[in-house]
């Protein structure tokens, strides 16, 4: 399993056993890097602990246990884990700020405690057959300790709805993540899922807008200041947007070196953010780095499909594992933007849910919209923009949670039934949007999307890839956005504080005003879009029908053959736009020729009945 995660931790391996308790860790070592070894333990060695990630607080919680009677040996954040438990027992974990996956493990109590942080920013699998339970941060390491490889056929349906597979399932049957803000406590056998984190919206907080910028810069200033300190060189991925601008002029502002940025582009027009990102690399004089990828970069498919270890569709892993190769040359920790369109409402579709509700107040409208999108020409769909708005008008019949099911699904209604075999064919998804809306309690039809997406999208696409795309390369990625004072006090605002249905991030520009580029600040958003449809008809092409068209493609038993040939001909001729639903069956076909058709060496295998 440790040979599995040595991308994750190239500089030391601990590996130790504890009674019935085997725990390993792959180290990349950024605070106290000579003695900051793990397993890490408290002081007469009944409670250790093992982490991948980073807790920013260690400082204040280490000032908090000392003055409690606790003694420290290094200068490394995990220390204060295995003393946090013994004083907190597993509450501690309430305390801790920062992105985590960790494993406490009480020898007197014979309790395993598996921690993940807030918003899902480190991942943490496991599978539990009996009373053995193993855990790992990447599935192709936990499957070295699990000798089936069954697929999980509602994990199947859910990724071609959404393009990932939302937690807690994972693509096999018997393994799951454990959900972000959550515990898993493990005593004799019995393992039981805790809730330590939920995210709200309401209340609201009752502070002007002047007021609520102030707050904000305060905060976002502190969590960006938390996530520089590092004994290990450090930079920032800039796109260009700004959100990973704003980063930028933070950090510039509060190091006394010259910060490290670096940016990635396409040669495609349309594609490229990279004279956006040298305005801001201009305006704070940094050390400026590019990478503009060219279809070669495919070639990497594979191993990120072995790495992510079950389908997934964004194919903005490309672009982002090839910077993070880049940055890796100069850098061991970068922060990154993540985060600030949910939060601050930067997806055009959020501005859509704002605008259906006019729409909405029309009688009849809606149906018109609707029957008009379904009656225009599939070479419509050619360009991002057109292909956005055709969504929004087939949709605008259906009621809201249907509605945005379909803006943000791959294979969804008619989509789906037209493409998809029995059983998948009829299956919806939209009921797990609804679910991660009332759990944050969101009222506001706006902000209950953006829940929905702070819930499910962001730890289920974004930040996996983030995390996959940058720890293939031992490089760590912090984002101050998903700090958790920011997260608890942005939404609390008022939403019209952050979009309407004109305008997009309303108090970020206002914060970011005077600080930025005005041409970062008004210009359209573009999003991290990659030139997957031209791939698909040039490079691509070979790869996309002998994958997707082969007689014994795995995928066949759960698609329409015949629907499938027609998406395929289609999209290479010109006549439609068809990427995102062939590289979402593409990428599902990747990952059963990667992770389930092929076995891995079976020495490596630890046998079910030996293991502990």
């Not at 898993?184 to 309401?202: H, K, M, V």
């Not at 590092?230 to 700004?242: A, C, H, R």
Request: neutral net charge; charged residues 25%.
């Amino acid at each position: 399993m440790l040979t599995c995660l040595v991308h994750r931790g190239p500089d030391d391996q601990g590996l130790a056993r504890f009674g019935v308790a085997v725990l390993g860790v792959r180290r990349l070592s950024v605070i106290d890097v000579a003695g900051g070894h793990q397993p890490i333990a408290n002081e007469d060695g009944s409670v250790l602990a093992i982490q991948n990630g980073e807790i920013y607080n260690y400082r204040l919680l280490r000032d908090q246990l000392t003055g409690k009677g606790h003694h420290f040996r290094t200068r490394a954040d995990t220390e204060v884990i295995p003393h946090a438990y013994e004083e907190w027992g597993p509450a501690f974990v309430e305390r801790l700020r920062g992105m985590f996956a960790l494993a406490v493990w009480d020898e007197p109590r014979r309790t395993l405690v598996l921690a993940r942080d807030r918003l899902g920013k480190k991942p943490l699998v496991y599978a539990q057959s009996g009373q053995r339970l193993v855990f790992a941060s990447e599935l192709q390491a936990l499957q070295r300790a699990v000798a089936h490889r069954r697929v999980d056929d509602d994990a199947i349906s859910e990724y071609l709805a959404f393009g990932y597979v939302p937690a807690p399932r994972t693509g096999f049957a018997g393994v799951r993540k454990v959900r972000p803000g959550h515990l898993l406590i493990a005593t004799d056998g019995r393992a039981e899922e805790r809730r330590y984190w939920q995210l709200r919206y309401e209340p609201k907080l009752a502070v002007s807008r002047a007021e609520a910028v102030d707050r904000f810069r305060t905060l976002f200033d502190e969590a960006v200041r938390l996530r520089l300190e590092s004994d290990v060189p450090i930079g920032v991925l800039l796109s260009g947007g700004m959100d990973s601008s704003a980063v930028v002029a933070s950090a510039a502002r509060q190091t006394s070196s010259r910060l490290k940025t670096f940016s990635v582009g396409f040669a495609e027009a349309g594609y490229d953010e990279l004279p956006y990102a040298r305005l801001v690399a201009e305006r704070y004089g940094t050390d400026h780095h590019e990478f503009v990828v060219d279809i070669d970069a495919a070639a990497v498919l594979p191993e990120l499909v072995r790495h992510f270890g079950e389908p997934f569709a964004d194919s903005s892993a490309i672009p982002t594992y090839w910077v993070a190769r880049t940055a890796r040359k100069h850098v061991t920790v970068v922060l990154n933007g993540d985060g600030g369109d949910e939060l601050f409402g930067g997806y055009l579709r959020y501005r859509g849910v704002a605008l259906a509700r006019y729409v909405d107040r029309v009688p009849g409208l809606a149906t018109l919209l609707a029957g008009t999108g379904e009656m225009l020409p599939k070479t419509l769909t050619r360009g991002r923009g057109l292909g956005r708005t055709l969504r929004f008008m087939r949709a605008a019949s259906r009621d809201p949670l249907e509605r945005y099911y379909r803006w943000v699904g791959y294979f969804t209604g008619e989509r789906r039934a037209a493409t998809l075999a029995q059983p998948l064919a009829g299956r919806s998804h939209a009921d797990l949007i609804a679910d991660a809306a009332d759990d944050a309690r969101a009222t506001d039809p706006v902000e209950r999307m953006m829940a929905a997406d702070l819930t499910g999208y962001l730890p289920g696409d974004l930040l996996v890839k983030m995390d996959i795309a940058t720890m293939a390369n031992s490089l760590e990625a912090r984002s101050p956005f998903l700090d958790q004072e920011v997260v608890a006090f942005v939404t609390a605002l008022p939403r019209s504080y952050k979009l309407s249905a004109r305008r997009s991030k309303i108090l970020l520009r206002d914060a970011m005003r005077g600080i930025l580029p005005e041409e970062t600040l008004t210009r359209p958003k573009m999003g991290f879009g990659v030139p997957v449809g031209p791939w698909l008809r040039g490079p691509l092409r070979s790869l996309l029908e002998d994958a997707l068209l082969a007689s014994d493609a795995h995928i066949g038993p759960l698609v329409d053959r015949e629907a499938v040939g027609r998406l395929v001909r289609e999209h290479v001729s010109g006549m439609a736009d068809h990427t995102s639903f062939l590289w979402c069956l593409l990428m599902l076909e990747l990952w059963f020729r990667e992770c389930v058709a092929a076995r891995p060496d079976a020495a490596a295998a630890v046998p079910a009945q030996k293991a502990n």
